[in-house]
């Protein structure tokens, strides 16, 4: 079967740096996605990775590798507004996308 | 980017009725996908509706179940037909940017079946 498996939840604290880890198992793959979901709200895209290494986007990066399965999402310089849900998703052989239960991230003052 | 607009954003309805959730883009796009994304749960594709053809159903998913239209490249719509509280869940309608996977999401409808 396909997985995606991410941590529930996790807290960190204002100023911090938070990394928040992502492994698959899929059928394939096309790439790797990150999304941002605040409470209440639609997901919006953060981030693609296709080949391995780090791609870095402002406070933001993302890392693949893609022989370990496994992604992880950084974020630098941590703000009360970066309280959200991450959802990890992979594209299979099939362009399907295949959503992780996403991780909630609370900021701590 | 695109700009969603869906309606309702919100209800609360009773078992064994239907909703029609309407989902408008502001641009013509080939492929819409509705999702649903259950209290804790991740996003689960519907289906994928695309103008002049049946929608494509996900396993699990089936037409008389959640009637899809697709009249034209900017709109969409979702019915949940025969509501139980099962359905309770916020729908999500989609479109894809350039590169697949890429998604613009609409700002969902969150139904509640009592």
């Known amino acids: 079967g396909q997985n995606i498996d991410q941590p529930t939840e996790m807290t960190a604290t204002e100023g911090a740096i938070v990394q928040i880890n992502c492994t698959y198992q899929?059928?394939?793959?096309?790439?790797l996605f990150w999304y941002q979901q605040h409470a209440g709200e639609a997901p919006t895209f953060l981030s693609y990775?296709?080949l391995d290494g780090l791609e870095e986007k402002g406070r933001f990066s993302s890392f693949l590798s893609r022989s370990k399965g496994y992604s992880y999402l950084l974020l630098k310089e941590l703000q009360m507004k970066d309280s959200a849900s991450y959802l990890c998703a992979v594209s299979d052989s099939n362009y399907q996308l295949i959503w992780g239960a996403g991780t909630k991230l609370i900021i701590k003052p | 980017s695109a700009v969603i607009s869906q309606k309702p954003s919100r209800d609360i309805c009773q078992r064994g009725t239907s909703l029609t959730i309407q989902c408008q883009v502001d641009s013509q796009v080939t492929m819409m996908f509705w999702y649903r994304q259950q209290p804790g749960q991740s996003l689960t594709l519907i289906a994928t509706a695309n103008q002049g053809s049946e929608a494509t159903y996900e396993s699990g998913f089936v037409i008389d179940k959640f009637p899809i239209s697709r009249p034209n490249l900017t709109f969409s719509t979702l019915t949940v037909s025969n509501m139980s509280p099962e359905d309770s869940s916020i729908y999500l309608c989609?479109?894809?940017?350039?590169?697949?996977?890429?998604?613009?999401f609409g700002e969902g409808s969150r139904l509640t079946v009592l």
């Open positions: 989609s479109v894809e940017h350039r590169d697949a996977g890429e998604l613009f």
């Open positions: 899929t059928s394939g793959f096309n790439g």
């Open positions: 990775n296709v």
